[in-house]
């Protein structure tokens, strides 16, 4: 067994949780609007799901990468259609304690939806797969590839661990005012990628 592949797939798991993009985004709002614990908890789902799609490509499940790939328009509409309502919500909540109590999931919800937001997109598959084959990382068997797995789980938490402190310290000195416009910005954001993800995938199927 090859530790070096736990090291490797932590650099990858970090790096890809790195890129900017609406799961960002969102992890950052809700660590504003709910803390520092929800959003951590919420980039643990995405590290999941990177998790998931990184062991995929790291055990060579070709079988399920190409029905995730066939699914893609589908699964496009349904992650662009929940960016959208959750944009709405987002422009839509309130700031500050009010949000606290009234407009907060509990962290299972938090966890299992951006969970699920990220899953669906199969995309991220391929870049993991085309990652892991460029490091010549891909096809190495078991012990390996469940290595490769762990790091990338590790990595993305890592990742999501700092963004989050980070944010978490700035929490106090967001004013309820500026918190309405975090929110109504990060909301329109949310709204623009959930409208490509939608008219991208519509775009693929013609």
């Known amino acids: 067994m090859d530790l070096t592949f736990l090291v490797r797939g932590l650099a990858v798991g ?3 949780a790195a890129a900017v993009g609406p799961i960002s985004l969102l992890t950052i709002r ?4 709910h803390g520092r614990l929800y959003g951590l908890v919420s980039g643990l789902g ?3 799901a990177d998790a998931s799609y990184g062991g995929i490509a790291a ?7 190409s029905v995730l790939v066939g699914a893609r328009v589908v699964l496009g509409v349904v992650g662009g259609a929940f960016l959208v309502w959750l944009a709405i919500r987002t ?3 309130r700031p500050a304690e009010a949000a606290e109590t009234d407009d907060r ?9 951006i969970y699920g937001l990220t899953m669906t997109n199969p995309m991220t598959i391929l870049s993991f797969a085309g990652i ?3 490091l010549g ?3 190495h068997g078991g012990p390996e590839a469940a290595l490769l797995t762990l790091g990338v789980f590790l990595g993305s938490s890592l990742w999501w661990v700092g963004l989050t402190a980070v944010v978490g310290r700035l929490r106090d000195r967001v004013t309820p005012r500026a918190l309405v416009w975090v929110n109504r910005v990060s909301g329109a954001v949310l709204l623009v990628f959930g409208l490509v993800a939608i008219g991208a995938a519509i775009g693929s199927a013609a």
């Open 14 to 16: 970090f790096t890809v």
């Open 30 to 33: 809700r660590t504003l609007a």
């Open 46 to 48: 995405v590290a999941l």
């Open 59 to 65: 055990f060579g499940l070709t079988a399920i990468t």
């Open 91 to 93: 422009i839509r909540a």
């Open 105 to 113: 999931p509990g962290l299972a919800a938090a966890f299992l939806s």
């Open 132 to 134: 892991f084959a460029g």
């Open 137 to 139: 990382l891909a096809g």
